[in-house]
């Protein structure tokens, strides 16, 4: 399947003239590294018309990648192929998707989310890669395609930062095998280290503080909060928790950590971090969001207190089925 799945998406790739290649909403590393990395690829299968898209842009702390100043938020045009890169559902790719696909372009979905929607034409959907930038180095693998320096560093950038550094349960023998190459390659595991995990704006510090004093652990859920005004007291200008969650979720006494963050249009966004044995990828593909079984997330059109009370007794309800089936 997966075989046919790639060779149909080399088919396309060969066929098409203008190619759209997009990654989420609110971006991080996988994200950016494999857009990136994808438009290198694409070069080297002698693609020239390609434009690289995401609705928030490059996060600061990743424009040191290479080719980060030619991805664009907005699109004009016709393309005869889209490629939709760590995405687990169409919304998630954000307006420049939506704006694309009602022309008559097929998409290739590249994903590793097990909440995948297989939205595509072809679905390259890889649950047991660590990041979308494994996905692509086996493809590259698959397509015959050589390794350089620059792509070396944004494929390692998506690995660096969907594990953690390497420190998710997830992190087999073959993930170190395919680091150590792309490092062969030219890849900067310590700089590329340095300058995403563990770099973070003073502002989203500050924001810590502020959703720390709401800490609070119930039936081993550790949780935060956030209104936006608190958020804009704090000077943080983003939304999201500014990955507080992954602080919380390193609590010895809890299994599960959530955090709700109400945005400025009144919306809140909810983050989920699970230990391993414990899955929380359900909770938020039932909310309307999606991810993995120890990270996931969701976006609520509700308001904040309303939704803390009905997501934690999601949260406590499952965590208490998941153990009675443990
Ligand atoms: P984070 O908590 O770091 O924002 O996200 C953790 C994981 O959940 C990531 O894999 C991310 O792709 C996924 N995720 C977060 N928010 C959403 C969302 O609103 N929709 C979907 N489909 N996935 C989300
Ligand atoms: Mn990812």
Redesign the pocket.
């Known amino acids: 399947m997966y075989d046919a799945d790639r060779q149909e998406a080399l088919r396309l790739i060969s066929d098409a003239k203008a190619i759209l290649g997009v990654t989420?909403v609110?971006p991080?590393g996988d994200a950016i590294g494999s857009l990136l990395g994808l438009g290198l690829l694409l070069r080297q299968l002698g693609k020239s018309k390609v434009t690289l898209a995401c609705d928030d842009g490059v996060p600061e702390k990743y424009r040191f990648l290479p080719g980060a100043a030619d991805v664009v938020r907005s699109t004009r045009g016709r393309f005869d192929l889209i490629l939709a890169l760590?995405c687990?559902?169409e919304r998630?790719c954000g307006r420049v998707f939506r704006a694309a696909s009602t022309g008559r372009a097929p998409v290739i979905n590249i994903d590793h989310?097990v909440?995948n929607t297989e939205y595509g034409e072809v679905n390259i959907v890889l649950p047991d890669t660590v990041a979308t930038t494994e996905s692509l180095f086996r493809l590259m693998r698959a397509w015959g395609l050589e390794l350089d320096p620059d792509l070396a560093s944004c494929l390692l950038t998506g690995l660096v930062t969907d594990t953690l550094c390497f420190r998710t349960a997830n992190v087999t023998p073959e993930v170190m095998r395919v680091a150590a190459e792309l490092m062969k390659g030219g890849a900067d595991l310590s700089d590329i280290t340095a300058r995403t995990v563990n770099r973070r704006p003073y502002d989203s510090i500050r924001f810590w503080g502020a959703l720390l004093e709401t800490v609070q652990l119930d039936d081993r859920v550790v949780s935060v909060h956030s209104s936006a005004a608190s958020r804009r007291g704090s000077g943080y200008p983003a939304n999201?928790d500014a990955?507080v969650?992954s602080l919380l979720i390193t609590a010895q006494e809890a299994d599960i950590a959530v955090s709700f963050v109400e945005t400025d249009e009144g919306k809140v966004e909810v983050?989920f971090r699970a230990k391993p044995g414990f899955d929380v990828s359900g909770i938020?593909l039932d909310l309307g969001?999606?991810?993995?079984r120890v990270?996931?997330?969701?976006?609520v059109e509700d308001p904040l207190d309303p939704t803390r009370n009905r997501v934690m007794e999601m949260v406590k309800r499952a965590r208490r089925e998941q153990l009675a089936r443990q």
């Open positions: 989420h609110a991080d760590d687990s559902d998630r989310h909440t999201g990955s969650v983050s938020a969001g999606g991810g993995h990270a996931s997330g969701c976006t």
